[in-house]
């Protein structure tokens, strides 16, 4: 069975080492847990600038599905959308989706 955890050794400034150890009894836990929060804001970062500057083929494929999309989805005999399905429903601030009033 491969081990779970791995031993580094990291180099860190004494005072903020010391500002760890003043709020967190566990060093480890305490920089996995900062470790975690980088790489994961790292991860919506970089998904936000593939977002905000996608590949041109990426773009070109979007929009032609979205058009075969529409065009499916305009058609009168078409079973792909239920219009009478579902719940309408409305984004809430600080309460997320929530059923929207008919």
Known sequence: MPPTTARVTVTLPVDLV??????EPNRSHFVAVAVEHEIERRRR?????????????SVALA???????????ADGDSKLVDVAAGKPVKWVDGRGWVERKR
Do not use: K, Y
Not at 18 to 23: A, K, Y
Not at 63 to 73: C, D, K, R, V, Y
């Open 18 to 23: 010391e500002e760890i150890d003043r709020v």
């Open 45 to 57: 970062e970089a998904l936000l600038a593939s977002i905000r500057s996608p590949h041109p083929d």
């Open 63 to 73: 929009a032609e599905g979205a058009a075969e999309w529409g065009s499916l989805a």
